[in-house]
């Protein structure tokens, strides 16, 4: 169904795979020695080990096809490794894909809503799960609306608020605003950061920008070119909540340019 | 809350164009564009009729204007006379029955079938190539048998009209439950979704706009099934089909003109519901819905 698009080997969910093992205390996320070949023999990842602990928030840049998106769908189990183990300490962490990928057909709470009613959850728990997301996401007074109706930033918060109903430990963005225009894209990156304030997640965020990935995590891991491996971990000395301003101020300056500077080597 | 993006109100987009600019870029009133598109096929017919009147008045000899009656001979005699429109009405009745059981079945077969299609290989692979098969079959040569087999009445026109209106549902349902987002999927996975939660929330809503370009197909093979249908069967009260039959043999050309009119009409009548259905059900988020 699923499988003409995308890496090859992602298919249905399949009870039969090797249940994920689950990290250490205080830790959301564990990649230790994780590699990744496709069936085609591309090597997308080699050797890659990092952790994201409990609440934390960690960007992740790289060079376009260096395996980004593939971490995030091991982080999953959307796709297995080849090699290593990715260890995971929560059922089923909140993804939030490039696209909205909202359903056309659904209204904003019903699509707000899906989550929970294919988890199973009661109808009205759900309408409460859903009234607390779409409050938290800045959705209210757009419940009834069809997606096509909203523009793109409203989309992305239409995303956001369905992962949020799930309540997950561990959230994944695969490089959520980078469709969006500069201005929403930052006003949406607040929005994590306030999420983040008020539900204590665990965050892996993909990214191109590196302006975005220092601005909301507390480390980056840049990878290098394919085979992605992690090429620096840098990490960004700031508290949170952290304002806009912030990225104008010298210290971010020079956190950003040595994010930037292990960037440029991953492209060599 | 900060920052909320709203949707732009529709008529913001636009700014009013400066005066002088070409008539072109003024807006039509609604009135407007309803004589706009009423206008031209107006015309087209009644230039058709004008070529019409020629042909039976001018190059046809008066002795062989049966072959073209005037239109207000068809008006008069066919539509007119009401013992002959009363037995085309009635004919019609006869074949829209036979098109609608037989699109209603085909609707629900074909359905069925590509659903089961979609949820396992095996069946795919077996029968689809069965149904292309069928679909290749020139289907007039099978109908004397089905005829032999199952008698010459409503049965057999019903099992024509299936036959020929079947093919177009299985397609594109199986095509619009194959054409699910590659992310959607993903997105039930991450909830390990069953397979009915997913046929039901994610693959068939997707499928819609597919499955009724398939029955708009279907509806209009519906009523030319079951018009065959009425020409080889012909036990129990006759179709409009056998009528048309009857007419070009009696040479009672003004009735033939009458009931070929009214078997269009039909058609479109069929065409146009199922247009509406669609717009109905998918036109709240899809462009194929809204109006062709």
Known sequence: MAD??????????AAHRDPMATAPAGVALAFTGVGK???DGTEALREVSFEVRDGEIVAIVGPSGSGKSTLLRMASALTMPSSGTVAVNATAPGYVFQDPTLLPWRTVAGNVGLLAQLDGVPRAERRRLVAEAISLAGLTGFERHRPTALSGGMRMRVSLARALTVRPSLFLFDEPFGALDEITRQRLGQEVVRLHGQERFA?????HSVVESVWLASRVLVLSARPGRVLAEIDVPFDYPRQPELQFDA????TARTVSEALRESFA | MTAVEQPRPASSVFSAPPSGLARGA??????????????????VLGTVLGIWYAVSYLALAPRRRFLLP?????????????SAFHEILTGLGETAKVALVGLGVAAALGTVVAVLMSQARWVER???PWAVVLQTIPILAIVPLIGFWLGYGFRSRTVVCVLIALFPIITNTLFGLRSVDAAHHDLFTLRHAGRWARLVHLEIPSALPAIFTGLRISAGLSVIGAVVGDFFFREGKPGIGSLIDGYTRGLESAPLFAAIIMTSLFGLAVFWAFDLLARLTIGGWHDSGRRS
């Open chain 1, 37 to 39: 070949t496709f069936p």
């Open chain 1, 251 to 254: 210290a971010f300056g020079r």
């Open chain 1, 4 to 13: 003409d698009s995308g890496p090859p080997d992602n298919g249905r969910p």
């Open chain 2, 26 to 43: 003024r807006a039509p009133s609604r009135r407007a564009r309803t004589v706009q598109a009423v206008l031209p096929p107006l015309a």
């Open chain 2, 126 to 128: 077996s029968f689809y």
């Open chain 2, 70 to 82: 005037p239109p207000h001979e068809v008006a008069t005699d066919g539509f007119g006379n009401w």
């Open chain 1, 203 to 207: 965050g892996l965020f993909v990214t």
